[in-house]
């Protein structure tokens, strides 16, 4: 009877010792595997948390290196503007996930018929000639807007402004229930006559009365509201402020000269976002070697201090639960280790009448191996569908927002714990079959117990 | 013989064996509890991140009337999980005045034609118990020139504007009223409580104030700050010093629910009338992979725990039938099989208490090593950092924050004997049933 026969036989009539070990390996292979998978998702869970902080930097003009003039009670800054092929250049790098700039004017809100609509007012003086003025806001992305990424608003309907949007506006809720408005609703966004007037009134005089229409696309919610509205302009309220792209701001001003030309000089300042907050440095120290942009006239500033503050309590959080796993993993090699000995300690007997029947020691052993590698492939495959269930089944008994397929095993780990469960069998069933080999089959026959 | 000296001598003379179970029964029990000291130390560094991170809230007690006064604040101060009482402020107009009476100049003349009535010579007054912890100060640019900011326990106080200083050749040390009138708070015939004040601070905005139509006391030029107390008496002499609202400072931003719920049992405030905004933007933007870092930790533990009592039950059971032999010869000399099943757990114990009780100082080495690498890390990575000003910052926003400690707690060494024993003495007899129910002719014939 060769080798391998004898292995099958073992295995199938020692049914249950087969199934002992069996559910053994089955028990640490899921152990080990749902580990491994535990860390996998921690790893991501930490990247998730340092990406949460909103760590970014400001791009913005350097006006301590710009020139000074005087008009009236103010200074005047001449210094380059950011201009959209810079913003284009920084948001192409890696690890920047996402940027915007904004400008700002007094616009209004119409019906397709043009139809003006009033703004929401707290204030006492409610002047005729500001009634329809609404602030608004070119946005290459609202939802990076130092408004949404401060919590003072929070998009609760539709969706935010990106940059491939053409037409379309985000408003206030309080201003969407005042009038009805629906995500979806067709308005014009309009620079009106009367605007215009007013403007003339004050010696402007390259201006004319213009309209875009727009789409609502989202419609957002005042988290923080202002603490002194009575004393504030309608345009000035949150209520009143309407988010638009940046092509339909400019094509509005498109009409009134001076509007216009300083829209299209660029902008203040800029804000990028990071993926990953520990990168900051080396995106920074890349941005500012741009060479296309004149860094004299910009200055870069990190908005880190939230990842800065949490940084080494986040870290810590993450390495604990590695370290966890790894004494799991280390410990579970070390069992199989312990169990397969005390296997072979058991099988003495059998041993010492294998090896009085002329069966050459190593073939002994060989059959050993070839059992419990039988036995382990069949664990360790149905490890893989066992640790999937309860990782993610637990996983969701813990907290129902975590749906199962949250913790999942992947293949790269199956594979590891396949391997290296294989060598920790064939290893330690080696060394413990080390004593017993050295002993002739009368000693083996004799210690019996 | 006695089970107990036959579990005693099995013990000693099959040593191999015996090393073998305590090994096993030490492994896993050092498992268990290195796995439950980083857990609970995970807890406390998620706590940290929370911590870290921060959270306030502020109470509008506007609506109330004068109801938040010192006394409620204080008691705010007192409730568990409230780390401090960051400002309380109030504002609103007051009209200025030489302390002979006679008006001051305010600036004009970027301000809207038509002046409201009354307000000719008045500025707004923003009440601080710390004016340096003004919004004006924190995020509207506004600076100290000279002297001194307002804190807790100045009375009849004021800090002015740069412009207003000028205009009216008033300098630190000097003293001016606060006053209203009857067109300002609209009843005729008002009687007012002016209020004498000291100059002790200078200060200027450094950047626009945004509007450019705003009537000339709302101007930034013309605001006056002033303590709680000449706030109070100028507003009701009669009443104590009140707040409008107040900053709130908590430990844990995921406590803020329930701090809140606390503070509306104090009594003397009508609770209904005051708004409660919450600042804890970074704590609900990190909230979800904070969450499901914590539960990843609580599902590895409960993986751990399972795992480790079916491995013990197994190897147990595996102890067993090995004994198989054994059990046969017993019981045909007639021993009783309670008393051979209670040979066996003895064994079992008798290994296990020396196990258990050096796990002990095992795990807690592994959790002291543990620790101390993560302390070096994280000392390394906080000077890590991109610009100093933050670093800073980061320095002694972790000061404040709980001690990080992996340590083998009395809790998790009960948890692991108890459980352990439970499971020793459950698993050698339910592996031992279905032996126990054979004869001893049944045991020794299907031996192998």
Redesign the interface.
Known sequence: MNTPKRSLLYVIR?R??TG?LF??LL??S??VL??LS?MD??GD??A??RE???TSFTMERNLSTATRSNSGN?FVYQQEYIADEMIEKISDIDGIKGYNAKIGGYLELQNLDGDRFETIVYN??NEED?KYDIGTFGCFNTAYDSFFT??QFELSEGRHIATDDKQVILISDDLAEKYNFKVGDKLKLTLSEEQVQFEKRYGVSDISANSVDVEIIGIYKIL??Q??KE???QY?LYENYVFTDMATFKEVFSTWAVAAKENEQGYESADFFLTDPAQ??SI?SEVSNISSINWNNFTLT?N???F??????????????T???I??VV?AA??IT??L???V??RM??TGILMSTGIPKYKIVAQYVLETVLIAIFAFALSYFTSNA??GN??HI??S??TAG??HIAISNFILVFCTGIAVILASIGISSIPVMQMNPREILSKM? | MSFIKRAFLHTTRKIGKSLLIFFVLLIISTLVLTCLSVCSATNTAVLNVRESLGGSYTLNAKGTDGQLTNSILDQIAQIDGVERIDNARSESYAEYKTSDGVSLEVKKDAAFDDMTKGFEHAGKLQSNLYSEKDGLFVSEGFELLEGRNITKGDENVALIHEDFAKRNGLDIGDTFVLDLNGDMVEIPDYVSTPVEVEIIGIFTHTTEQETALNVSYTLYENTVFTDPVSFAQLFDARRDTYYSNAEIVVNDPARLDAIVAEMETIDGVDWDSCNVTYHDKDYQNAKEPLESLGNLVSISIVIIIIVSVALLALILALWVRNRLHETGVFMSMGLGKFNILLQHITEIILVAVLAFALSFPVSSVIAQKVGDTLLEQTTASVTETVSNENADEAGSAASGLSNLEVEVAPLHLLIVYGMGTLVIILSVAIAALPIMKMKPKEILSSLS
């Open positions: 020692k249950s010792r002992l559910v053994i028990v640490v899921t152990l749902s580990g535990i998702a921690a869970s930490s998730e948390l949460s902080t909103g103010n006492k003086w500001l401060s919590n923080e509201e603490s002194d004393t504030l302009g000035e900051l440095g920074m990190a880190d201090e939230v800065q503050q949490s940084a080494s309590s986040m870290s810590n959080v993450e390495k604990l639960i370290t966890m796993i004494v799991v410990i070390v069992i312990l169990i000995s005390m296997w300690r058991s007997r059998e309860i990782a637990l996983g813990i907290d927002t975590i949250d913790v117990s």
